[in-house]
């Protein structure tokens, strides 16, 4: 079985450019959440996607989006990037909120 | 009160010795929680659900529960090197809340 599979690994992106990360969760999960690390900040909460609607969000700025599409497959943008956006982020999904399974993360840097 | 707590460590063991890590949580009706592992540089790795008090064993590891005191204890047992790691406790409220994490270290 399949693990939860985000794309790409790493990214270098300038400030002002916008990004989008992707997240294929494990087959049958059909909820997905996005966390962001960075380090002495712990895992950040950014939102959280069931059957293609956002069931929960974090408390970050506009910037930050995310969309499901109806294969549970995920997306996350973050516009208009910030030096304080380099971060490893976290696409987590599950079958219903509960127990969560990691992917390898996407590690974005902003120069 | 934060809702998911940890002792940061660092926390020091000797190589077979048992590591003890703690966490404490504020809402009582919680009723599911999760020990996750992320060795540095890498994403979180799902080790150990519990939901009912008491203990559950698999392996070397051990996870205690303790609703009446609100706090989740994850044991490791012949501790290893290998179990150098910063190891996260988490609580579903909907999204999960995570801990701050307990750094362990194991020392040959």
């Known amino acids: 079985k399949a693990g939860v599979t985000q794309t790409p690994r790493y990214l270098i992106k300038t400030r002002g450019q916008q990004v989008t990360l992707s997240c294929s969760p494990i087959s049958g999960h059909r909820s997905v959440s996005w966390y962001q690390q960075t380090p002495g900040q712990g895992l950040q909460f950014l939102f959280e996607y069931f059957s293609e609607t956002q069931r929960n969000k974090g408390n970050f700025p506009g910037r930050f989006s995310g969309r499901q599409f109806s294969n549970s497959r995920s997306e996350m943008n973050v516009s208009t990037l910030e030096l304080g956006d380099s971060a490893l982020y976290l696409c987590?999904?599950?079958?219903?909120?509960?127990?969560?399974?990691f992917g390898q993360g996407t590690r974005l840097t902003v120069v | 009160q934060k809702e998911v707590e940890q002792n940061s460590g660092p926390l020091s063991v000797p190589e077979g010795a048992i590591a003890s890590l703690n966490c404490t949580y504020s809402d009582r009706g919680s009723q599911s929680f999760f020990w996750y592992r992320q060795y540095s540089g890498k994403s979180p790795e799902l080790i150990m659900s519990i939901y009912s008090n008491g203990d559950k064993e698999d392996g070397r590891f051990t996870a205690q529960l303790n609703k009446a005191s609100q706090y989740v204890s994850l044991l490791i047992r012949d501790s290893q090197p290998s179990d150098s790691a910063t190891y996260l406790c988490a609580v579903p409220r909907g999204k999960l809340i995570f801990g701050q994490g307990t750094e362990l270290s194991v020392k040959p």
């Open positions: 987590a999904s599950s079958l219903a909120g509960a127990e969560a399974f």
